[in-house]
């Protein structure tokens, strides 16, 4: 069996590989192996930080219970920091006590910082404080300067939203929309009851607002995407995602890594780090997934919430299709996982931990330190163009779902004008200028696709004057699709041949002749337009992408289908992934790249690069995979938006990813 530590030795003993150019400047990959984390405690590439909510402090006043799970954890798991609550459903926790338990984490060198969680009860539905109330108003300003009293940097739980519609707020709120009337509210609470007043107290607090997982409705509940960054110090990322079917919000897994793009490019260099918790897992690799994808969008702290859940013993859960494959979490080698060198196990006696069966703290340390032997290797993640202002609502996650299909999303707040191919959803829509936008990013030679969602909602502000579409209320379910275009060109892929069940699309008119179908949804030998193409000015492409009701469908479209719309989505890519869905596609700007499955089964899929690069290698076994150079006939003219690749074949264990950086052409 090879060991976490033989992973990392292996790392070291891979030979230096050099970089070839993929058509633009980047810093070149790190050719220098990344030694293991020092024993007494550090990784290399990001923090460790623990959350304890107000409720566990309060039982540290017995000092052994704080010395006995700390025992547990620090042997599991290599710990930088832990925000330490001081309030949480109005229990506020005793100065005295504060200060002893900041001091007994001093001792053992791990730095601490103030938490604080504005949650109101609610019997799991989230009551917030309600912030035109007095009484209400005093007590969070309280609780920001008890906390400030103890630490310069405190952290606000993602509750500091209001869900109240209280008289006061009624009456408050006047004729504005509750959406417009929380905005202004929870600002004026951010700046007035929270950062001023912790201010007040200790001129050196900084405040970080931590942002939940449900970013699509921020606005709506007062969360300020805007005005909020300038508020606060930082922001930090609620990237907990969970299992996709089992909780009340259905997030897909890429969430976890596309949610730390986003906030990194409304608050570049101030996104503190993400944040995930041990909740509704139904395998163990689901909770591995989460920190992976979150470290994998180079974030710089990974808070793990909370302290009692790290003590408890992990559950394989339903992993049974898998668990003899060689995936990149395995529950065998967790079980010998130690980050000591001495290979000292953790105490047996606390929370129901043995040696069968290993702490979360234990599946945490082993998770992060598999990533953490080759993330100073990759350079800065890189992905599709996509735009969402930030009170934007409309085609809710959708980035996600693409994520899920290999298209690797790069989402920012403001146009992205720099990007040679930028993807809009429905979400663009409340840029009241986004049609000149995308005019004058069609004219420069570039290309934009936009959903179909959006351009309905576009239809009457000028979006026709680009090509006449005419959205309909009508529907199709389709039993197959077609690709490619021109007479004899057409693929036709029935729905028979694959066994994938019906998908229901809305239905588009168009002008023959002034767009055309590269993509096709069939009924019952009829074609309704998928993606729709025209040329605007004199280079530019514009392309209407219409997608399915559901989302998830997106899945059940066959590789076929997906490989047509890479065709023109990633276009100038540098690496693109094709194979069957749920398998992700993480990039970066020096030639690295991941490729992650959570599919249940070994997957097969298509790597394909530009440039001269003919070899790539992965970075965690050393093995050299060597290309199949780019075909030197002629493309079908209907197939012409096909770029010429350099294609690898590989395989992708069940849940588990790898990673790959491309070489040099062989010279010798």
């Not at 070291?12 to 400047?25: E, I, P, Q, Y």
Request: net charge neutral; with cysteine; aromatic share 10%.
């Amino acid at each position: 069996m090879i060991t976490v530590a033989a992973r990392r030795l292996l790392l070291v003993a891979l030979s230096v590989v050099l970089t070839v150019s993929l058509g633009r400047t980047a810093p070149a990959a790190s050719n220098s192996p990344v030694s293991p984390s020092p024993a007494a405690g550090r990784y290399q590439n990001f923090n460790v930080a623990i959350y304890i909510p107000v409720g566990l402090v309060r039982r540290f006043t017995e000092p052994a219970v704080l010395e006995r799970e700390w025992a547990v954890i620090s042997r599991d798991l290599r710990v930088d920091k832990v925000y330490i609550e001081t309030q949480r459903d109005r229990v506020l926790a005793d100065e005295a006590l504060l200060e002893r338990v900041k001091a007994f984490f001093a001792t053992h060198g791990v730095a601490t910082a103030g938490g604080i969680t504005f949650s109101d009860g609610g019997g799991g539905q989230f009551r917030s404080f309600c912030y035109t109330d007095p009484a209400d108003r005093a007590f969070v300003r309280q609780a920001m300067e008890l906390t400030a009293r103890h630490f310069d940097e405190i952290i606000l739980d993602d509750f500091f939203f209001v869900t109240t519609k209280y008289p006061s707020d009624i009456e408050a709120k006047g004729s504005r929309s509750w959406t417009q009337f929380r905005l202004e509210l929870m600002n004026e609470a951010g700046r007035e009851l929270v950062v001023r007043p912790a201010k007040a107290v200790n001129p050196r607090a900084r405040v970080i607002i931590k942002y939940p997982n449900w970013y699509e409705h921020f606005a709506g509940l007062g969360f300020d995407l805007q005005e909020g960054p300038r508020i606060y110090d930082g922001v930090y990322t609620g990237t907990e995602t969970r299992d996709p079917q089992t909780t009340d919000q259905f997030l897909q897994q890429y969430e976890s890594y596309q949610i730390v793009r986003y906030l990194e490019n409304i608050a570049p260099s101030r996104n503190g780090g993400g944040w995930v918790d041990t909740f509704n897992l139904e395998y163990v690799d689901r909770y591995a997934e989460q920190l992976w994808n979150t470290v994998f969008a180079k974030a710089r702290e990974m808070t793990l919430f909370n302290w009692a859940a790290l003590l408890q013993p992990a559950v394989a859960g339903q992993r049974a299709g898998w668990a003899g494959a060689r995936t990149s979490f395995r529950w065998e080698e967790l079980m010998a996982y130690r980050p000591k060198p001495d290979g000292t196990a953790a105490p047996a006696a606390v929370a129901g931990v043995t040696s069968a069966a290993p702490s979360m703290a234990r599946v945490a340390g082993y998770s992060l330190d598999l990533v953490d032997a080759f993330l100073g290797r990759l350079g800065q993640p890189i992905g599709i163009a996509s735009y969402r202002p930030p009170h934007a609502t409309g085609d809710d996650f959708l980035h996600n779902y693409l994520g899920m299909i290999g298209l690797p999303i790069e989402l920012y707040p403001t146009f992205p004008d720099q990007a040679p191919v930028v993807l809009l959803t429905e979400a663009a829509r409340s840029d009241p200028d986004l049609v000149a936008k995308i005019k004058r990013h069609l004219l420069a030679g570039k290309s934009v696709i936009v959903t179909a969602s959006l351009y309905r909602a576009l239809h009457g502000r000028g979006i026709e004057e680009i090509v006449e579409i005419e959205p309909t209320d009508k529907r199709i379910l389709s039993d197959g699709f077609s690709t490619g275009y021109g007479a004899g060109e057409r693929v036709v892929h029935p729905n028979a041949a694959t066994g994938a069940p019906p998908i229901l699309f809305p239905q588009l008119r168009f002008l023959t002749n002034d767009a055309w179908a590269l993509v096709s949804a069939m009924s019952d030998g009829a074609g309704f337009p998928l993606l729709l193409m025209d040329r605007y000015g004199k280079d530019g492409t514009f392309y209407v992408w219409n997608l399915p009701d559901n989302f998830r469908h997106l899945y059940r479209l066959p590789p076929a289908v997906t490989q047509a719309v890479k065709d023109v989505v990633m276009r100038g890519f540098p690496v693109r992934l094709d194979g069957p869905s749920e398998v992700a596609l993480f990039a970066y700007d020096n030639h690295t790249f991941i490729v992650e499955s959570y599919r249940a089964a070994e997957t097969a899929v298509k790597l394909g690069t530009l440039g001269a690069g003919r070899r790539i290698r992965d970075l965690v076994s050393g093995e050299v995979i060597t290309g199949t150079p780019p075909p030197t006939t002629r493309t079908p003219w209907g197939q012409q938006a096909r770029e010429p690749r350099t294609t690898f074949d590989v395989t992708v264990p069940p849940h588990s990813f790898r990673v790959f950086q491309l070489e040099a052409v062989d010279r010798d």
